[in-house]
């Protein structure tokens, strides 16, 4: 693979995405990444060509107004970077990449933890309880702080702490100014003293915690600021946060945002407290299906954010793969079947809802024909299963599989392989075992069951990566029922255990 450099111009969609832990197990971070080497570009189809940014504002109980983050969010946004294996960048690395010094992989994001004024964002507890949540994903952030507030009053974090946490490999540092203040009343002079007032500071006092040659490199300030960022660059900082996706001069082209790295857009990884409350009876509680006010579309999840501004991969980049066969029948993908690709997700069962009384009509070929427009990857009826969607397996093992862009599950498409089973009201008869509604189900319950085992085979996941369409839906849908999910997971338990 040629080495792709952007212009500095040309980076991004940033966009960076949990049961709190108090304790900080420190872990090797494996997600900080080198410049590709020979051998790892072939592992990686595609190198990125912009990588997604989150800006997360005062820690995990960040409130403000109806707007909000709870520890329970961000830990599940932490889960799923790290379950899914994406690499994250320190800062050196992230100004590198922006200015077009480094090649990384396509599955990367960066992390920031903006630190407002006042006590409540310095809570050492609720910074252990992210930094902790960041070394069980073996992830890494930058913390933009204001230096003042650095152990200032009992129980805020202290440099010893920001030391220990530095040198673990779990956050870079950068700076944090401006906020909440009068800047009118600021000349020129005095607004560039500030901002390189509190770069030294930084180095300074981290130095005399025992943390030698660190050298600030990026600069946060409140959006009400931005203007002000063009002074980062005069006081040796390499790149300014502070901007948004959709702010006034960055033009979006293909998905790539083209700005100013001295203003650079974030994303928010907030929802709202009516959401959450919403979340409550209609999503069993997932809260990887919480809608984010995300500065581009209210209505997406965290994981669709990141699909939507990741450099995507598409079949043809794929080094020597071979396409896999599964099913009884291969028919033609649905138009609503999108072209880029995913690895590494969930098995996601549906059913049709078919009502028809005559059970022995639940088959294959009729689920497959009753989909309309929409596409799934797989049809399952009595009859056997029929494979909707190309599955591509590369040299080096790894398995893609198309993203469902209409259909499929709302909320988790970007990594979800949905499998829709004929019929309907399966909870209804799962105590009939005389009817003959038991009977289809339980052939088309076989089916699916050996099915789903050959795609866990496939691709090594395990039981957990299996769930029902209502486990992963905000819009409070039913099937495959919740009793079925369960009997079905209890058919693979026994398939791969027997």
Known sequence: MSKEKLTRREFLKFSTASLVSTGLNILPIRSLVEPFSAKENLNYPVSAKSITYWQYDGGH??????????????????????????????DNQLAEFIEGDMNLPYNTVALGIKLNQGKSSYDKEQ?????????????????????????????????????????????SLGAFGFDEKNLSDLDFSQRYQEVRRLKRTIEERMANAKVAN?????????????RHLVFARKAGYRFALGGNIKAKGNEVRDNLVIFDR?????????????????????????????????EVDDKRTFGEIISHYQTPVYSHQLNQAQEVKMGDKIEEPREGLGRKLFQDGLVIVHTTGRKDDNPWSWMS???????????????????GVVQLSPIYKDRYGKVWFPMIEHGG??????????????GSNYDKYLNRKKSEHYEVIRRI????????VDLMKLTGWDIDRVVGHLEVSFRGKSDPGVKYIDYLRSKLVQNLTG
């Open 127 to 171: 910074l252990l309880e992210m930094m902790s949540s960041l070394s069980e994903n073996k992830l890494h952030a930058i913390l933009f702080i204001d230096p003042d507030q650095i152990g200032s009053t009992p129980g805020v974090v202290g440099w010893g702490d920001l030391a220990k946490w530095y040198n673990s490999g779990l956050i």
């Open 61 to 90: 109980k960040y409130q403000s107004g109806e707007t909000t983050m709870t520890p329970a969010l961000f830990k599940a946004q932490m889960d799923y970077l790290g379950q899914r294996g994406y690499h994250t960048v320190s």
């Open 409 to 422: 599950a709302w909320g988790v498409n970007e990594w979800g392989v949905s499998i829709e089973l004929a």
């Open 365 to 383: 070929e009729t689920a497959y024909k009753s989909l309309g427009r929409k596409a799934v990857h797989f049809t399952v009826g009595h009859d």
């Open 262 to 294: 001295f203003n650079l857009p974030t994303l928010a990884p907030y929802s709202t407290k009516a959401t959450l409350r919403k979340m409550g009876y209609s999503s069993q509680n997932n809260p990887m299906l919480t809608p984010l006010i995300s």
């Open 214 to 226: 660190l050298k600030v490199l990026g600069l946060a300030s409140s959006k009400e600021s931005n």
């Open 445 to 452: 319950t076989d089916n699916a069951t050996n099915l789903i």
